[in-house]
């Protein structure tokens, strides 16, 4: 209950700070452009609160439906206007203004976008660099010869600094590049070019983790698989397990370090494994069932052990990194087109199929994301409301009636053919573009249940 709580409440501050900022956008431009603003509501359909304010006496509202909002400005096309208001209505300006006030909602979720990463990158994070791990065998990374151990310097002549940036410009380069290099860097100094190919990247229509399929992991210290901390009534505990126990085998199969121990343990809940143990320069057997635990969807086996603590100090896997006030603002403007373009792309991917639709996403897993960056920090959790306003406004730019793009749409059309749509062309591309809309979201909502229900 009280994580549903927590996740919810995380939605509800991120996506009412979203829509806040679009509707925002477009009630400033209206205002700028001389237009009267008779309501701005956040949500939809019954108005649980409301307060009249300004000059304009314009109607603030919080609507019972949150999944969006609106700005109603005064329009001959939806009421009876007086005579000494014409000048202020909306149909009355001219398509630029109209323009103009469209395309302000998008353009402030933009600017949202922009302001957070400016913040974060002024303030300065925690990275992780970006080490790579053993690839699993087979994939494209272990066919590359990568190595435990080695650290990403540049891909294709692109330098890299952080784990974030590996994964962001993997993902850019498997979207329309057959191979990459990567400039490795191991424990000696030794700089080495490997050649990884992408295509692995987009198998299944771009499903699950791209970079897993890849061979792409992050960096994990070799540490012995020696029992260093054990949770009191675990199964480990009830079992017989102690404190300095070295682990050589699970269930024949022979163990040579933690992370494999882990790795065993995790794939076998709810399963009997026997315990190969030396223990003070003998070997001893245990038995014992993993318990079945629930982590992000999915099933794994835990028996409530903690590694040693290493004797050697380990490599630092971190690196604080920040920007001066211009360079900040570089790159938070570079940041925000990359992540847009890339939306774009791989939407324009989705139509043409080489995307599974499965990638989609509703509310329950916006809801779950936003529940997770929330509980990694507030740095991670504002990256994510950067993130979602980006997708925000390119949805919204989309030339789907309904949208704001499908509004500008219109304007095109007006200029091109010298004179606006027929209100019944209008009416039909509303009714068009409801049901498209209608339809996208019952996909997501379902994809949102898929996930839930199969993990």
Same mark, same amino acid.
């Given at each position: 209950m009280n994580n549903f709580?927590?996740?919810?409440?995380?939605?509800?501050?991120?996506?009412?700070?979203?829509?806040? &900022?679009?509707?925002?956008?477009?009630?400033?431009?209206?205002?700028?452009?001389?237009?009267?603003?008779?309501?701005?509501?956040?949500?939809?359909?019954?108005?649980?609160?409301?307060?009249?304010?300004?000059?304009?006496?314009?109607?603030?509202?919080?609507?019972?439906?949150p999944l969006g909002g609106y700005?109603?400005?005064?329009?001959?096309?939806?009421?009876?206007?007086?005579?000494?208001?014409?000048?202020?209505?909306?149909?009355?300006?001219?398509?630029?203004?109209?323009? &103009?006030?469209v395309a302000a909602g998008p353009l402030a979720n933009f600017a949202l976008a922009i302001l957070i990463y400016w913040a974060i990158f002024m303030h300065g994070t925690d990275e992780l660099l970006p080490v790579l791990g053993t690839p699993p065998a087979g994939t494209p990374a272990a066919m590359a010869s990568v190595t435990n151990g080695e650290q990403v310097t540049s891909i294709d002549d692109q330098q890299v600094a952080t784990w974030?940036?590996?994964?962001?410009?993997?993902?850019?380069?498997?979207?329309?590049?057959?191979? &990459?290099?990567?400039?490795?860097?191991?424990?000696?100094?030794?700089?080495?070019?490997?050649?990884?190919?992408?295509?692995?990247?987009?198998?299944?229509?771009?499903?699950?983790?791209?970079?897993?399929?890849?061979?792409?992991?992050?960096?994990r210290p070799d540490l012995p698989p020696?029992?260093?901390?054990?949770?009191?009534?675990?199964?480990?505990?009830?079992a017989g397990l102690q404190v300095g126990d070295k682990v050589m085998a699970i269930s024949g199969k022979e163990i040579s370090s933690w992370f494999e121990f882990v790795t065993t343990i995790r794939n076998s809940s709810g399963q009997s494994?026997?315990?190969?143990?030396?223990?003070?320069?003998?070997?001893?057997?245990?038995?014992?069932?993993?318990e079945i635990v629930s982590e992000r969807g999915k099933t794994v086996g835990k028996i409530g052990v903690a590694v040693a603590e290493p004797s050697a100090p380990q490599r630092e896997l971190k690196t604080f990194v920040h920007y001066g006030a211009f360079a900040a603002a570089t790159k938070a403007l570079q940041e925000t087109w990359d992540q847009s373009v890339f939306s774009l792309?791989?939407?324009?991917?989705?139509?043409?199929?080489?995307?599974?639709?499965?990638?989609?996403?509703?509310?329950?897993?916006?809801?779950?994301y936003a529940g997770q960056s929330a509980r990694l920090g507030f740095d991670y959790y504002f990256k994510f409301m950067a993130l979602l306003s980006i997708s925000l406004g390119v949805l919204n730019l989309l030339p789907i009636p309904v949208l704001d793009g499908g509004h500008l749409l219109y304007h095109v059309i007006e200029v091109v053919r010298r004179r606006p749509l027929s209100e019944r062309a209008m009416e039909i591309g509303q009714q068009v573009g409801m049901s498209i809309l209608f339809a996208l979201m019952a996909f997501a909502f379902f994809n949102d249940l898929t996930r839930l229900f199969n993990g």
């Open positions: 709580v927590f996740y919810s409440g995380a939605f509800v501050v991120v996506l009412g700070v979203l829509i806040v &900022v679009h509707e925002l956008g477009h009630y400033v431009a209206a205002r700028l452009c001389g237009v009267k603003v008779l309501r701005f509501s956040v949500g939809f359909g019954r108005m649980l609160w409301k307060r009249r304010l300004g000059q304009d006496q314009t109607e603030w509202a919080i609507s019972i439906f700005v109603k400005m005064l329009d001959e096309r939806e009421g009876e206007v007086a005579a000494n208001e014409t000048h202020r209505a909306f149909n009355r300006q001219g398509v630029g203004k109209r323009s &103009v006030i974030n940036d590996l994964r962001w410009v993997l993902l850019k380069k498997s979207v329309g590049n057959e191979s &990459v290099a990567l400039e490795v860097v191991n424990g000696r100094g030794d700089v080495t070019v490997r050649k990884l190919y992408l295509s692995a990247a987009g198998e299944n229509g771009w499903e699950g983790d791209a970079l897993e399929r890849l061979g792409i992991r992050l960096f020696v029992i260093g901390k054990i949770v009191a009534n675990g199964p480990a505990g009830r494994v026997h315990l190969e143990l030396q223990r003070q320069g003998s070997i001893v057997g245990i038995d014992l069932v993993p792309v791989m939407m324009g991917k989705m139509l043409t199929g080489e995307v599974s639709w499965k990638n989609l996403s509703g509310p329950v897993t916006i809801a779950d």
